[in-house]
């Protein structure tokens, strides 16, 4: 059973006072991305928390999260209650959390995640939006179809979407930790964008949009897209062009944020 940690977290330190000193309405929207290699906090308007597992020596995989999926909940919730803070206040009424998940996600993995953000941040609601729709939303995509690949440290995803909508989508489990000490690191990550992106063309659905979305360049986002050759190889390995965000290791966290501040505003909006 987890529980709630006792003490103010660096969300409510942060957080502005109204006159009446209630919390300001943009910081109870907070986007949330678990990585497994890292974990990321964004509340809107404000400085990502950030917290990186730690490495054994000699250990390929870190931390209390694997191939996208919570491992040891107890371990996150413990990384997560040290990353937020040193002393209790209560959260701002109506917080919303937007929690980023892996294409493919099952009931069990998206269920120990709820329990680890509810135990730590006693949100008034959490949602999940896919990694990829997020990165989308954070990197400021055009409307209109759109190919996006997510290359994260133990994670690849390839997805399609019309007007933020995900047509067709999937996921390998390698990522920036696999093969990281071998002679050419990228090769399997080139390798599996493009075996990602050849499965979703072959994929049923909207082949207009999924067709659309391939000839107007794809979008690269996660740890990945910072590696500094990894962008031309993987345009050159399938003919079709790179570009990167700024930031794009936060597009997925700050979209989740924003997918978070929109939710707050709808349900500020409702009578």
């Known amino acids: 059973m987890l529980t709630r940690p006792t003490h103010m977290t660096t969300l409510e330190r942060g957080m502005t006072l109204s006159a009446h000193g209630t919390p300001a309405l943009q910081l109870a929207a907070v986007g949330v991305d678990l990585g497994s290699a890292n974990t990321r906090i964004w509340a809107a308007g404000h400085a990502t928390l950030h917290a990186t597992y730690p490495t054994p020596a000699g250990a390929g995989r870190s931390g209390p999260v694997d191939r996208g999926r919570i491992t040891d ?11 937020l803070g040193e002393r209790r206040r209560p959260l701002p009424s109506g917080m919303v959390v937007v929690a980023c998940r892996p294409v493919g996600s099952d009931p069990r993995g998206e269920r120990a995640m709820r329990e680890v953000l509810t135990a730590v941040l006693e ?18 995509a055009a409307p209109g179809p759109l ?53 979703v063309r072959r994929r049923p ?67």
């Open 147 to 199: 190919l996006i690949a997510d290359v994260g440290a133990h994670l690849t995803e390839v997805a399609v979407l019309s007007d933020g909508i995900i047509v067709a989508a999937e996921r390998q489990d390698v990522g920036l930790h696999d093969d990281a000490d071998g002679p050419d690191p990228d090769a399997a990550l080139v390798a599996a964008v493009t075996g990602l992106i050849g499965q």
């Open 123 to 140: 949100p008034a609601r959490l949602l999940f939006i896919n990694t990829v729709r997020a990165a989308a939303i954070g990197a400021a």
């Open 205 to 271: 659905g909207d082949r207009r949009a999924i067709a659309a979305a391939v000839r107007g360049g794809l979008l690269l986002v996660g740890g990945g897209a910072a590696r500094p050759r990894l962008a031309a190889r993987i345009a050159g390995a399938t003919g079709i062009p790179v570009r990167r965000p700024a930031a794009p290791q936060l597009a997925a966290v700050r979209g989740a944020a924003l997918a978070a501040s929109a939710a707050l505003r709808h349900s500020a909006a409702r009578p």
């Open 73 to 83: 909940p107890k371990a996150m919730q413990g990384l997560l209650s040290g990353l």
